[in-house]
């Protein structure tokens, strides 16, 4: 357990690089696959609040969103986090 702390470090450090940011953000307008769509139609009600743990660039919340739902988008890495909140920005969405 007493390497926990680093592996948390590691994974951060990982997904705060700029080359991932970039990489993550360029996958964001790919949106849900049909599949995804139909799930999160099958599973949520617009008006939930669904929590989307690592958001990475945004590619699930900012769809799931603009299908009614209150998405509060969180990422180990705080670039991640910001890279979604600007990109949903960018759509008009606003995520918590």
């Known amino acids: 357990m007493k390497n926990i702390p680093q592996l948390e470090d590691n994974v ?10 970039r990489a993550f953000s360029s996958i964001a307008d790919q949106g849900l696959t049909p599949f995804e769509t139909a799930l999160v139609r099958h599973a949520f ?3 939930q609040r669904i929590l989307d743990v690592g958001c990475g660039g945004g590619r699930e919340a900012v769809p799931m969103a603009e299908m009614g739902l209150q998405i ?7 670039a991640m986090t910001q890279a979604a909140l600007a990109y949903a920005a960018g759509r008009g969405i606003r995520l918590a």
Not at 12 to 21: F, L, P
Not at 72 to 78: K, Q
Request: aromatic share 4%; hydrophobic share 50%; charged share 20%.
């Open 45 to 47: 009600v617009p008006g």
């Open 12 to 21: 951060r450090s990982v997904y705060e690089d700029a080359a991932q940011v």
């Open 72 to 78: 509060v988008a969180l990422d180990v890495s705080l």
